[in-house]
Structure formats: structure tokens, C-alpha cells
Nanobody, 123 residues
């Protein structure tokens, strides 16, 4: 079992920044990658970024490239998502999840999920 706890969400004005954190505990050694997903009201959950635990290789959705940065601290079993130049369309619940795939980009490739943290961007 893997437990994930997200933090760092909040209400921010457009153009602002946030840093989300996801602390993992439990059998994290069996996980190969961690991803950040988001789900906006009325929309499907989508991946925004992924990072591999060992190599640090990253993936970003086209919609967030240049504004979002995913990073990890292996010693703390924590992954971060730095979000800059926030837009109202970034408003969503952000979830972190762990995968036993190195390059997982779909929900079904992720095994454990956090409870989510709300990000609201005002215009």
C-alpha cells in the first residue's frame, strides 16, 4: 500500500504561482513514477505532469508546458508541482498518483491516489 497526501492548493489570482506537494509513504519502492493529474468541474481527469523516481525523467501535457515544473525529493519521498503564470482554466482539483509504469500517462496506469487539493484561480 502507498499513501499519498497532497498540500499547497488554494485561491490565487491569475498570473500568480503555487507549489503543490505530495508526500508518499508506504511501499513506495515498488513505484516507478509519480504523476500529477487535475480534474476541472464537468471535465475528465487529465494528466498534467509525470516524473520517474529513479531517472527524474519528466513529462508534461502540452497545455502546461513552460508553466508547470515537476520535481522530486527522493530522500523525503515527496514530489512537487510548481505552477507559474496561473490561468483561470487551471482551476481544478489536483491529484497526485503513483504508477508501476515508467511512462504512465493515463489514469489506469496509476495505482494509488491522493485525496486531491483544490486550486482556484480568479481572473
Amino acid at each position: 500500500q502507498v499513501q499519498l497526501v497532497e498540500s499547497g492548493g488554494g485561491l490565487v489570482q491569475a498570473g500568480g504561482s503555487l507549489r503543490l506537494s505530495c508526500a508518499a509513504s508506504g511501499r513506495t519502492f515498488s513505484s516507478y513514477a509519480m504523476g500529477w493529474f487535475r480534474q476541472a468541474p464537468g471535465k475528465e481527469r487529465e494528466i498534467v505532469a509525470r516524473i520517474n523516481w529513479s531517472s527524474g525523467t519528466t513529462y508534461y501535457a502540452d497545455s502546461v508546458k513552460g508553466r508547470f515544473t515537476i520535481s522530486r525529493d527522493n530522500a523525503k519521498n515527496t514530489v512537487y508541482l510548481q505552477i507559474n503564470s496561473l490561468k483561470p482554466e487551471d482551476t481544478a482539483v489536483y491529484y497526485c498518483a503513483v504508477s508501476h509504469y515508467y511512462y504512465g500517462t493515463t489514469e489506469r496506469q496509476y495505482d494509488y491516489w491522493g485525496q486531491g487539493t483544490q486550486v482556484t484561480v480568479s481572473s
